[in-house]
């Protein structure tokens, strides 16, 4: 069993703080043909310069950027090498220095964090973070091929050239170890889809039920599909700085701090360790796992966790100072790709002890107010609506997540997701019973950008400073 040295475990340090000000996105949809890529870019980008209340002219602002973070999945979808500079350029940041971040699904919150270090280290003082995916130019099942070759070829693909058939074998592997009920599942489907119906950028919201989802085809035994998000078009942003120039741009900035943690892409040979203990657990915790895993030829993190979360989590988790998430979180945003890895990630970041993840979503906690007592949830999850609601234009995935989390701290929910001409803007037509997700008074919110079957991971906390 591999445990961690010292080494492996010491928590980083920044040279200075990092905050968020701002963010921007376009609405998500399967195609959007009327737009090219750069337009969409350029579509997040100024609605952050533009809508986010910071002090100065856009303009202005713009020419406070020094540094830019491009994340983007796959060059396939668009055909395009190195399609940042094209973007970089679009946007009028020539001659400054981008990167290009592709770390799979965990792409935007990859290049959240690389931004954050730019601006940490003071390379930069402020750092435009832009990501995109553009799903649309190829069919469905070709970018599903495209999709699942970020997998292990040698391992992951002979199961199916489909992420979906992937997380089926730990979705199965995850309800026998824990016994549990599909229903569970299902209800996750049903909430954050329902919560995404009060998003304008949202791809697909609907009002489903429980029985629904569980009636519907089965996409890879026995995941269903309601259980899986959709491939997604669209752009999201977000400008990082350092203290200073923070406090001069918003009177309501954001901290940040972001870790990561990998995994090797073989999912099912991945070699068992020591679990790592969140501040808020003990080894007595988990004396009984050990005894149940070893009955049921189990190991951590096997085919029920996800390593890589654990492992960033740890690490923000130190950064950030938070002793016991459930209680020092006020939301969260996990990377729901699936049903069954929303639930997963319950116990790899400590809202819940591993093995008792289903209890999570069925206390009511993870919900904005708790259907069964009325008050406020604990720590609700994906009021954005997530990726079964919501999107997954891979690249924007983890910048938007944030953005989500920022827009909750600063008290902006109604702002970004209530204004009519929002809805307008994209063609929609506001609900008439929309209803605000405003999280009363959050002060800390995390958000999880997340790849493959967990083989990158990137936990950003996100903390209120004024």
Same mark, same amino acid.
């Given at each position: 069993?591999?445990?961690?040295?010292?080494?492996?475990?010491?928590?980083?340090?920044? /040279?200075?703080? =990092?905050?968020?000000? %701002?963010?921007? +996105?376009?609405?998500?949809?399967?195609?959007?043909?009327?737009?090219?890529?750069?337009?969409?870019?350029?579509?997040?980008?100024?609605?952050?310069? *533009?809508?986010?209340?910071?002090?100065?002219?856009?303009?202005?602002?713009?020419?406070? @950027?020094?540094?830019?973070?491009?994340?983007?999945?796959?060059?396939?979808? !668009?055909?395009?090498?190195?399609?940042?500079?094209?973007?970089?350029?679009?946007?009028?940041?020539?001659?400054?220095?981008?990167? &290009?971040?592709?770390?799979?699904?965990?792409?935007?919150?990859?290049?959240? #964090?690389?931004?954050?270090? $730019? =601006?940490?280290?003071?390379?930069?003082?402020?750092?435009?973070?832009?990501?995109?995916?553009?799903?649309?130019?190829?069919?469905?099942?070709?970018?599903?091929?495209? @999709?699942?070759?970020?997998?292990?070829?040698?391992? *992951?693909?002979?199961?199916?050239?489909?992420?979906?058939?992937?997380?089926?074998?730990?979705?199965?592997?995850?309800?026998?170890?824990?016994?549990?009920? *599909?229903?569970?599942?299902?209800?996750?489907?049903?909430?954050?889809?329902?919560?995404?119906?009060?998003?304008?950028?949202?791809?697909?919201?609907?009002?489903? /039920?429980?029985?629904?989802?569980?009636?519907?085809?089965?996409?890879?035994?026995?995941?269903?599909?309601?259980?899986?998000? $959709?491939?997604? =078009?669209?752009?999201?942003?977000?400008?990082?700085?350092?203290?200073?120039? $923070?406090?001069?741009?918003?009177?309501?900035?954001?901290?940040?701090?972001?870790?990561?943690?990998?995994?090797?892409?073989?999912?099912?040979?991945?070699?068992?360790?020591?679990?790592? #203990?969140?501040?808020?657990?003990? *080894?007595?915790?988990?004396? !009984?796992?050990?005894?149940?895993?070893?009955?049921?030829?189990?190991?951590?993190?096997?085919?029920?966790?996800?390593?890589?979360?654990?492992?960033?989590?740890?690490?923000?988790?130190?950064? %950030? &100072?938070?002793?016991?998430?459930?209680?020092?979180?006020?939301?969260?945003? +996990?990377?729901?790709?699936?049903?069954?890895?929303?639930?997963? +990630?319950?116990?790899?970041?400590?809202?819940?002890?591993?093995?008792?993840?289903?209890?999570?979503?069925?206390? &009511?906690?993870?919900?904005?107010?708790?259907?069964? +007592?009325?008050?406020?949830?604990?720590?609700?999850?994906?009021?954005?609506?997530?990726?079964?609601?919501?999107?997954?234009?891979?690249? %924007? /995935?983890?910048?938007?997540?944030?953005?989500?989390?920022?827009?909750?701290?600063?008290?902006?929910?109604?702002?970004?997701?209530?204004?009519?001409?929002?809805?307008?803007?994209?063609?929609?037509?506001?609900?008439?019973?929309? !209803?605000?997700?405003?999280?009363?008074?959050?002060?800390?919110?995390?958000?999880?950008?997340?790849?493959?079957?967990?083989?990158?991971?990137?936990?950003?906390?996100?903390?209120?400073?004024?």
């Amino acid at each position: 069993m591999i445990e961690f040295k010292a080494g492996n475990l010491r928590v980083p340090k920044w /040279t200075r703080p =990092v905050y968020m000000v %701002a963010a921007g +996105t376009t609405d998500y949809r399967k195609r959007y043909p009327e737009k090219k890529l750069e337009e969409l870019c350029m579509m997040a980008f100024r609605m952050l310069l *533009e809508e986010n209340d910071l002090r100065m002219d856009p303009l202005e602002v713009k020419g406070l @950027i020094n540094f830019a973070s491009y994340g983007e999945f796959a060059d396939h979808f !668009q055909d395009q090498l190195l399609c940042e500079a094209k973007v970089h350029d679009y946007l009028g940041l020539d001659l400054l220095p981008n990167v &290009g971040v592709k770390t799979g699904g965990a792409t935007g919150g990859s290049a959240l #964090l690389v931004g954050a270090q $730019a =601006v940490a280290s003071g390379y930069a003082d402020c750092a435009l973070v832009l990501g995109w995916e553009r799903m649309d130019e190829v069919k469905t099942w070709t970018g599903n091929y495209y @999709i699942s070759t970020a997998a292990c070829k040698e391992f *992951e693909t002979r199961l199916a050239r489909n992420y979906a058939s992937y997380y089926a074998p730990m979705a199965r592997r995850f309800q026998d170890m824990y016994d549990v009920d *599909e229903r569970v599942r299902a209800e996750i489907a049903v909430k954050n889809r329902g919560y995404a119906l009060c998003s304008p950028y949202s791809q697909q919201p609907g009002r489903h /039920t429980i029985e629904e989802v569980l009636e519907g085809n089965i996409v890879s035994d026995p995941l269903r599909f309601l259980e899986c998000c $959709a491939m997604s =078009v669209g752009s999201a942003a977000a400008l990082l700085c350092s203290e200073e120039l $923070a406090h001069k741009l918003s009177d309501k900035p954001v901290r940040l701090f972001a870790a990561g943690g990998s995994h090797t892409l073989r999912t099912g040979d991945r070699r068992p360790m020591k679990i790592l #203990l969140l501040p808020n657990e003990s *080894e007595d915790d988990y004396r !009984q796992l050990y005894a149940d895993m070893k009955e049921q030829d189990g190991r951590w993190p096997g085919f029920e966790s996800f390593g890589a979360t654990r492992f960033a989590a740890y690490m923000a988790y130190h950064m %950030a &100072g938070i002793k016991d998430p459930v209680e020092d979180l006020d939301l969260i945003e +996990t990377h729901d790709a699936f049903t069954i890895s929303d639930l997963q +990630t319950y116990g790899d970041v400590g809202l819940t002890l591993y093995g008792r993840e289903q209890d999570y979503v069925t206390s &009511g906690e993870c919900y904005l107010d708790n259907p069964h +007592t009325g008050r406020p949830g604990k720590c609700p999850a994906n009021l954005s609506g997530g990726l079964l609601g919501t999107m997954h234009a891979v690249g %924007a /995935t983890g910048i938007l997540q944030a953005g989500e989390v920022l827009w909750q701290l600063q008290g902006k929910y109604d702002k970004f997701h209530g204004d009519t001409k929002l809805w307008d803007r994209f063609g929609k037509t506001k609900p008439a019973d929309w !209803q605000s997700l405003q999280v009363k008074d959050p002060r800390r919110g995390m958000a999880i950008s997340h790849a493959g079957v967990g083989s990158h991971v990137v936990c950003t906390v996100l903390e209120k400073s004024w």
